[in-house]
């Protein structure tokens, strides 16, 4: 009996689609520096990312995801504001769009009619093959950089005039679980929020 040469391609096919897909999605894909923007009440303040100047406010940055994340707002005769920004990894597209490899590939080791020891080696190594491509996919996804959210996107900063007597700059330290669901931030001191 012929076999079909379709059917003969599929292992190949899979293998070269595990290949060609094992690299996650994340890790292809994404970046490593995210935009923020950077408003102050003053404008015209300078902003320092990580300790080098950025620019003066209003000011769309692009922050690298590796670094430390600290960005400094300063002008004469104001308080300066530091901003420690922290990272979280977004776990959603981490997962989700991995966890869709598996099924094509396992599909591909699918055949009703069994027959050979060839066939039944397929029936199992095209499952363990998805599992392991899926898998293995999440695992660069979340060790990847490109995976982890700077949070907020931007910052909006009022700054205090500086009565002579301040010690050093306000430090704010902004970790993740502040930020889940927030798009933006807005700071204010000296006064009712708006």
Same mark, same amino acid.
């Given at each position: 009996m012929a076999r079909c040469p379709v059917k003969a391609a599929l292992p190949a096919l899979a293998l070269m689609l595990a290949a060609g897909l094992g690299p996650a999605c994340v890790t292809i894909l994404g970046?490593?520096?995210?935009? /923020?923007?950077? @408003?102050?009440?003053?404008? =015209?303040?300078?902003? &320092? /990312?990580? =300790?080098?100047?950025?620019?003066?406010?209003?000011? %769309? $940055?692009?922050? %690298?995801?590796?670094?430390?994340?600290? +960005?400094?707002?300063?002008?004469?005769?104001?308080?300066?504001?530091? +901003?420690?920004?922290?990272?979280?990894?977004? !776990? *959603? #597209?981490? +997962?989700?769009?991995? $966890?869709? !490899? *598996?099924?094509?590939? %396992? &599909? $591909?080791?699918?055949? #009703?009619? +069994?027959? @050979?020891?060839?066939?039944?080696?397929?029936?199992?190594?095209?499952?363990? $093959?998805?599992?392991?491509a899926s898998v293995g996919a999440m695992v660069l996804d979340g060790l990847s950089v490109k995976s982890t959210v700077i949070a907020p996107g931007h910052l909006d900063v009022e700054l205090e005039p500086d009565a002579g007597t301040a010690v050093g700059p306000r430090v704010m330290i902004m970790d993740a679980g502040s930020f889940r669901g927030l798009r933006w931030i807005s700071v204010r001191t000296g006064g009712p929020t708006k």
């Open positions: 970046r490593t520096s995210q935009g /923020v923007t950077v @408003t102050a009440s003053s404008a =015209g303040a300078a902003v &320092f /990312v990580d =300790g080098k100047f950025a620019g003066v406010t209003p000011l %769309a $940055l692009i922050v %690298a995801k590796r670094a430390p994340g600290v +960005i400094r707002i300063e002008k004469d005769g104001y308080r300066p504001v530091e +901003i420690r920004l922290k990272k979280r990894k977004a !776990w *959603a #597209p981490v +997962i989700l769009p991995n $966890l869709l !490899w *598996a099924p094509p590939i %396992a &599909f $591909l080791g699918f055949d #009703p009619d +069994i027959q @050979t020891s060839r066939d039944r080696f397929r029936a199992v190594a095209f499952p363990v $093959l998805g599992a392991v």
